[in-house]
């Protein structure tokens, strides 16, 4: 089955403490994005990734990392978490021809920062 | 800058109605548009997608237009039904970049 897989789903933290959240796809896709999704706010595109080593920031990078070592994966760090990170985070991905095409999603994280 | 706009915010609709949703967008140099479907903690689930050379897709009870010279996108659904309940979204890629701007959404309920 076709699927972009988030972990954790739920996560609360402390401020300061590093977390990494995980997102896998299997759909050999060259493209994969991070979101974070806040009430009022909509989605807001933290990085993106277009092939193997390749990173480029989005609209809100600040306080983020990722890394692209291999197609599948594209993980999302966060060195020293902040309550205003508090948020319900996706990760997307597609293949790209031309263009990016249609955008797939996972389940989702929901992460508290205390 | 892209600003993608969705009205209304919310919407209540009785069972079996026909609806439109909106979707606005101010830069027409798009790739594509798409449209999604959120449910209540869930993730997106693409819907349709329009390339910029089209004029609309079909997907079921589903049909959703583009016109880009006036920087509209509507989604409209037949004969609507209680599990059509959702969030929906759309999203438009800018041609030259690699990123999609998300609309707000509009919150649709279908009254059994």
């Known amino acids: 089955e076709a699927q972009v897989t988030q972990n954790p789903r739920y996560l609360i933290t402390v401020t300061g403490k590093k977390l990494t959240v995980t997102c896998s796809q299997n759909?050999?896709?060259?493209?994969m994005s991070w979101y974070r999704q806040d009430p009022g706010l909509g989605l807001r595109q933290i990085y993106y990734?277009?092939?193997?080593?390749?990173?480029d920031k989005g609209d809100v990078p600040e306080g983020y990392k990722v890394s692209r070592k291999e197609k599948r994966n594209f993980p999302l760090i966060l060195e020293s978490p902040s309550p205003n990170q508090t948020s319900l985070y996706f990760c997307?991905?597609?293949?790209?021809?031309?263009?990016?095409?249609?955008?797939?999603f996972g389940e989702g994280s929901r992460l508290t920062v205390l | 800058k892209q600003e993608v706009t969705q009205i209304p915010a919310a919407l209540s609709v009785p069972e079996g109605e026909n609806l439109v949703l909106n979707c606005s967008f101010t830069?027409?140099?798009?790739?594509?548009l798409q449209w999604f479907r959120q449910d209540p903690g869930k993730g997106l689930t693409s819907l349709l997608l329009?390339?910029?050379?089209?004029r609309e897709q079909t997907s079921g009870r589903l049909n959703a237009s583009l016109d880009k010279s006036s920087g509209r996108s509507t989604l409209y659904i037949a004969a609507s039904q209680p599990g059509d309940s959702a969030t929906y979204l759309c999203?438009?890629?800018?041609?030259?970049?690699?990123?999609?701007?998300f609309g707000t959404g509009t919150r649709l309920k279908v009254l059994a």
């Open positions: 999203a438009v890629f800018r041609s030259g970049t690699y990123k999609y701007i």
């Open positions: 830069d027409s140099a798009i790739y594509n």
């Open positions: 990734s277009m092939n193997v080593e390749v990173t």
């Open positions: 759909m050999n896709h060259e493209y």
């Open positions: 329009i390339q910029s050379s089209q």
């Open positions: 997307a991905s597609s293949h790209v021809a031309g263009g990016i095409g249609e955008l797939f």
